[in-house]
Nanobody, 117 residues
Framework: VQLVESGGGLVQPGGSLRLSCAASGIMFSIYTMGWYRQAPGKQRELVLSIGSGGGTNAGDSVKGRFSISRDNAKNTVFLQMNSLKSEDTAVYYC????????????WGQGTQVTVSS
């Protein structure tokens, strides 16, 4: 199983970035796909997740600014980040979960997003 994130980088406050996560080795369409982030000295937190049916779940800090989407034909999940703030600076991780326990739980290697002028 591989989850490969891309699209991170340096952006100015108020700017936008789009992260992508390409999955392989899983039946992508049945997985809940999520984006998490971890800032220095802080715990990893949920940014947004999208279920197999398209329903989404958002962390409180990004509501209204970030959105998540998935392309099951391309086994890819996207995170569109708008109106970025310095506090959005973190390593962003792609996650794939299946089942309630969950039965399967996979992570990408992470991509750095830095919001700074």
């Amino acid at each position: 199983v591989q989850l490969v994130e891309s699209g991170g980088g340096l952006v100015q406050p108020g700017g936008s970035l789009r992260l992508s996560c390409a999955a392989s080795g899983i039946m992508f369409s049945i997985y809940t796909m999520g984006w998490y982030r971890q800032a220095p000295g802080k715990q990893r937190e949920l940014v947004l997740s999208i279920g197999s049916g398209g329903g989404t779940n958002a962390g409180d800090s990004v509501k209204g600014r970030f959105s998540i989407s998935r392309d099951n034909a391309k086994n890819t999940v996207f995170l569109q980040m708008n109106s970025l703030k310095s506090e959005d600076t973190a390593v962003y991780y792609c996650n794939a979960k299946y089942g309630l326990s969950p039965v399967a739980d996979y992570w990408g290697q992470g991509t750095q997003v830095t919001v700074s002028s």
